[in-house]
């Protein structure tokens, strides 16, 4: 590793310090409109965020090209941390909290589009607060390393290695004959719009603009943060629906949907394995949701078809808005829910989770091996969308199960060392590090996790950006060959 590496990342870093001070300078629009007393507050965020960047980026302008591509896991996670270490400072000075830690958390949580907070009713933070918690969602969402991806020929960094740094494995479902750059314009593209055209849909229906804004920008995303302590479940079934149709646009992959919405249908009818398995997830689960909540929790038809669905959209997309207190559903309607947070939507979208490709992989290689034993001498190589499947991808997907399976167990564990209950802990576990956010208990339904012990919430942060990184990027950094020349 040499100096010039790292300060060419620093020089970055600054850069994209001095685009998030940008970001939170517009939080002093709502401050200034709802009057609530945070307008030099958070200027003064802003400023200082923007001054810090700028004297990064000036001290090491000269150093623009990083040398070895194991730098692209160390930038990513860096970037992570210290866009979230920056994101804490609305939350302490404007005065929604006076904890370092709960305001960690919840800049975590808002950074790695997870949902989980520690504030129980939300509604009681500062207008300024509230957009900064649904702006860390929203460009946490779109992933921080695509504009990294978007700027790296001034870093001489390998894109391919900068996005497999966020998302370990890999996608042949949107794979076009494209260059890099022209993706991410596309990705892009296809989330702006999607993010005017909820916002106006949601304002037609008879919505505010504060709460459409806010509402688009958390649960397009995938994050699930509301701006009342009851989440979602106080809006028409209308408006309901049209949160679930962006959580659901979410949770596909996003070259697909630009291909879709440019008539370039011939592209990817080849190419809808995942997307048909994500669809038959969200159906199939949907039904059995429904038939819990009207058979098992007393729900009408027309209530249980409308919460079953919204609620399963959410968790399968990892988006984690609640349409009502799930914490008093039957219980393995919850664990089903929780189940398929585990799932996620599909690779190359804003949702958490294993994705649907690796799940989809992981079952068409149970398959053949199933099928092996009872026919040694036939070659049926697995296959998606039509093409073989490399070894080498089936392995790598392996590896991130059986890291994924460890991770949740040990954050059981730890959580129970914490003094938090079994079943607590498994929810919180499993929905920090799917980017779920809600869990089972207290911190189900409309619950939070203002109850969790500093020790809990530190060990709950490093799940969300474990599970956001997907695990390897930041295990990788624990390798000591990683640290040699």
């Known amino acids: 590793m040499k100096t010039n590496d790292i300060k060419a990342m620093l020089r970055f870093i600054g850069l994209m310090l001095v685009a998030e001070g940008g970001l939170m300078a517009l939080c002093v629009v709502p401050a200034l409109h709802f ?99 649904s702006m860390t969602q929203w460009f946490g969402g779109f992933g921080i390393v695509l504009i990294v991806l978007a700027i790296s020929p001034r870093l001489g960094i390998n894109k391919y290695a900068l996005y497999t740094a966020e998302a370990s494995g890999a996608d042949n479902t949107g794979k076009t ?40 920008f958390t649960n397009i995303s995938s ?37 879709f919405f440019t008539f370039r249908w011939s592209q990817i009818r080849h190419k809808l394995d995942q997307f048909s398995f994500y669809i038959g997830i969200c159906t199939t689960a949907s039904l059995l949701v429904v038939a819990g909540l009207h058979w098992q929790s007393g729900y009408a038809w027309g209530d249980a078809v409308r919460l079953g669905t919204v609620q399963t959209i959410s968790a399968l997309t990892t988006t984690g808005s609640v349409v009502a207190d799930t914490s008093q559903w039957w219980t393995p309607v919850c664990f089903l829910l929780l189940t398929l947070s585990l799932c996620g939507g599909m690779a190359g979208s804003t949702s958490g989770g294993l994705k649907t490709m690796r799940v989809l992989i992981l079952l068409r290689n149970a ?45 059981t564990m ?15 576990a499993v929905g920090c590090l799917t980017g779920y956010g809600p869990g089972l208990g207290a911190s189900g339904g409309f619950g939070s996790y203002a109850a969790f012990s500093p020790s809990a919430l530190w060990l709950c942060s490093l799940l969300m950006i474990l599970g ?16 040699r020349r």
């Open 35 to 133: 009057a609530d007393g945070t307008v030099w507050h958070i200027a003064a965020c802003s400023a200082f965020t923007m001054a810090v960047g700028a004297i990064m980026w000036g001290l090491f302008r000269r150093f623009n090209r990083i040398e070895h591509r194991r730098m692209a896991y160390l930038l990513v996670t860096l970037l992570w941390l210290t866009l979230t270490l920056f994101a804490t400072l609305p939350f302490l000075v404007c005065g929604a909290t006076r904890s370092f830690t709960h305001a960690w958390f919840e800049a975590m949580s808002g950074v790695s589009s997870t949902g989980a907070t520690v504030f129980p009713d939300v509604s009681k933070l500062p207008a300024s607060v509230l957009l900064w918690r």
């Open 367 to 411: 398959r053949a091996i199933l099928r092996n034993r009872l026919h040694p001498n036939a070659v049926a190589p697995l296959r998606l969308n039509g093409r073989p499947v490399s070894s080498h991808i089936v392995g790598n997907v392996m590896v991130i199960f059986m890291v994924y399976v460890f991770t949740i167990m040990l954050g």
């Open 177 to 216: 004959a494209v260059s890099t750059a022209v993706t991410v314009r596309r990705t892009l593209a296809v989330y702006l719009a999607g993010t005017v055209v909820f916002v106006a849909l949601l304002w037609v229906s008879g919505m505010q603009i504060w709460d459409a804004v806010n509402l688009t």
């Open 223 to 259: 994050g699930g943060f509301g701006v009342g302590a009851d989440s979602i479940a106080s809006l028409t079934p209308v408006q309901q629906y049209i949160l679930a149709g962006a959580m659901l646009m979410s949770g596909v992959n996003f070259t697909l949907l630009f291909l």
């Open 468 to 483: 956001r990184l997907e695990c390897m990027t930041v295990l990788i950094l624990l390798l000591p060959r990683f640290w």
């Open 414 to 428: 730890g959580l129970m060392v914490c003094n938090i209950g079994a079943t607590e802990a498994i929810g919180a």
